[in-house]
């Protein structure tokens, strides 16, 4: 009997030692291309061989290059306006309309969720050149931060993510907040909005990127460089001003890892709480 038993135990070993490898193996394939950056961008000479474990010769001079060529004080600014205006509006936007399908009851709402759905299905680079005219054009909001803000003001992923996080809350502690006469307002900013602090992080995180990391529209709309952000002033040091460093590759891989940083900080500080959730908290029994 417990030779039968001690066959599924070893089994269950094997399995697991193999998925660790396998995992393993895994994780160092996805690490590998930030170990690159990451040491590329300390390397006093030009990036080649980083075959050593601990690589020698380790540098900050890349980053003093890059800094002294496009001013990375001066984009990391840029982006971060551009970044947190874009994700005030989501915050905004994002929370009043998703509540607005989930729990009111008004003509057309199916209609709008429906249009809604359909605008996630467009690419925003058919749009580019319909928003420089209005936006650069009629509006006169060129090298301007609303101007990098107003075409991701209202973010359609994060508007149905709300929605989707309302619609399935308990009806019943809304219905008893109505019943008390507590306006539609109140009752998002003291009952949903508490529980849908998961959304929230969430919402927030996943925009963070698009902003963060975003070089079309910024490109386009940006002609003076102390107003572009850090994705487009790496560009414009790409092909304009790589050389005036000794190293152009450690230097744009320097550029690289400060673009990189904070969208990797904000992801491990906050990634538990993706799976974590509050409704249950709000029902008693």
Known sequence: MSATTSR?????????????VLLSLGALAFLFPFYYMIVGSLRGTTVGDLSAAVPSGLTGDNYAAV??????????????IMTIGVLICTL???????YALAQLRFRGKGAVFAALLLVQMIPFQLLTLPLYVLVVRDYGLGDNYLGMILPFAINSTAVFLFRQFFAQMPQSLFEAARIDGASE?????????????????????LTFIGPWNEFLWPFLVTKNADMQPLAVSLASFLSNLQGTVANPAGALLAGACVLAFPAVVLFLLFQRHFTSTDIDSGVKG
């Open 8 to 20: 599924p135990a070893r089994r269950f070993r094997a399995g697991g030692a193999v998925r660790y």
């Open 67 to 80: 800094n002294s060529a496009i001013s990375l004080g001066r984009s990391l600014l840029n982006s971060g």
């Open 92 to 98: 905004v936007f994002g929370v009043l309309a998703g």
């Open 185 to 205: 307002l109140r009752i998002l900013w003291r009952i949903a909005l508490p529980m849908a602090r998961p959304a929230v992080l969430t919402a927030l995180l």
